[in-house]
């Protein structure tokens, strides 16, 4: 199943070792070369290799991890089931140019007695933050530890996950970490629904029922165009497109700020209209990135 | 005041700007030099000289930074009246030989709104820990802020704040810092006052009652060495010379394993021999960290 188009894919180098892993980036970098790092959990989409493209574009190292990370995992969530397929993985990260497949044990990226964790106040309490404790402090402590252990000039991160993007964003300013962090938009299918490793949870039903968290967030967007800056408008009219499909049972319908990630009344400036929903045993998110203002509206990233 | 001798004192570059402190630190390093760095909150005394010539005798290029962090601090603790004084201490770092001091502004280092933090958790939450909440948090966060402005090779950091330093290797490990933690003996006056920026906050008479603290972690060596392993015995000698000093007030003894640093029935292994008392306005803090095993003992570091 060719997902994309390159002709002679060279099989990218497999690291598993930590500071080996960290002594190939340092003497990349010694040697003068730029170094783009994809973190990911695998089981690549095309969202995925759209990180890879550009940091291919942009750096002359490309470095991947794929690190199904468990401390970003609630206690009832999909940390065992979360597809994976190592092999396909590689195939795909050689087709689009990756260097190399940086893909470390569990047990060494958490050697017990583990203690330490890096958080990020406030932005991490909204929105998944409020239905998934400790989701995001996972996230920022294995970004922090890979950040380390590749030590790179820029790092890529899609902007389905929007708020994980911008917590992320906020860490690496506050840390003064020495990364750019760049954030890439969002893949989707031809019916609009966002590329997400969890979309193999669906079955065939709720896989046309998952459209509506897209379709919701153009509806969002066309009154947004046509001038709407009533956050609760603009929400009724998205949970009116959700609640058409019974398969679709929101988790939290929102237009919050890029800045707090706080619910707006009135929508203006650097915003994101953002929704999770359980769809089947998958769990959905999808969001718009928006700058809004007198002259209109405007797609970030 | 000379407090050591070189003649041929050159004063250090004095660096406020933080993207201009890493620029330099990553100059040196790809120019093949080797950095070691010492945090400090200033007011340099002999303790601090001595890791800031360690610092030189292992490294090509020595950095100091002089930062009083606000987030290691209490609500009702001394951040405000917390001795400072830059000449001196430029002119000090210079007797040694430190290259550069790195002298950050606090709304540089803090620019609202402020969000993320590094927590170690269990081994802060004993000792100081446990009279001083968050402060460790406070450390470990402008640690690793520092650790990415000055990435250096390698890190001094003081025996005297045991617990700090431990937690700090702790971090750096959990965190995969790509930096090597050195932990350097405790330096003391002629009466066993351990060194300390505080201790200007004695009166003579407490100056005096001080050295009960270095008296009852003698008395506790000299116990281990005659073979008592009973933590209890060893602990009520040590307050008993406590507490002949009526102006000491002690707010704890404890004997802690160096990896859990939780109190010990036996005493047995690496250890720290740890306390902390009031001494007139002064908080003052003294441990000795022990290989303790059949032969006897040993001192660390």
């Known amino acids: 199943m060719p997902i994309c188009g390159r002709g002679e894919a060279l099989m990218p180098e497999l690291i598993s070792d930590l500071k080996e892993m960290r002594r190939v980036v340092k003497e990349a970098r010694r040697a003068g070369k730029t170094v783009g790092f994809v973190p990911t959990m695998g089981y690549f989409h095309r969202g995925h290799l759209s990180l890879m493209e550009r940091a291919r574009e942009e750096n002359d190292l490309v470095v991947v991890s794929i690190f199904v990370n468990p401390t970003q995992f609630g206690p009832t969530e999909d940390f065992r089931e979360y597809p994976r397929d190592l092999e396909r993985d590689l195939a795909l990260a ?129 009154l947004l165009e046509k001038g709407e800056r009533n956050s609760s408008s603009i929400l009724s009219e998205m949970h009116r497109v959700l609640d058409e499909e019974p398969l679709v049972r929101p988790e939290y319908v929102e237009i919050v700020d890029c800045q707090e990630m706080r619910p707006l009344d009135r929508v203006e400036g650097e915003v994101v209209v953002a929704l999770a929903a359980r769809v089947g045993r998958a769990r959905l998110i999808d969001n718009l990135m928006l700058r809004v203002d007198e002259e209109g509206i405007t797609l970030l990233p």
Chains 1, 2 share one sequence.
Do not use: W
């Open 94 to 222: 050689g087709e689009v140019g990756v260097d190399i497949v940086f893909h470390p044990p569990v047990e060494d990226m958490y050697p017990p007695p583990y203690r330490t964790y890096v958080e990020v106040e406030g932005i991490t309490e909204t929105l998944c933050g409020a239905f998934r404790p400790g989701h995001f402090r996972g996230v920022t402590t294995v970004v922090t530890k890979l950040f380390h252990l590749v030590p790179a000039d820029r790092a890529y991160f899609g902007a389905k996950d929007a708020q994980q993007a911008l917590v992320i964003r906020k860490m690496v300013e506050d840390l003064n970490f020495d990364i750019e962090v760049v954030i890439c938009p969002t893949v989707r299918e031809e019916d609009g629904l966002a590329m997400s490793s969890r979309n193999v949870y669906l079955g065939e039903e709720e896989r046309r029922a998952a459209t509506a968290l897209y379709r919701s967030l153009c509806v969002a967007r066309d």
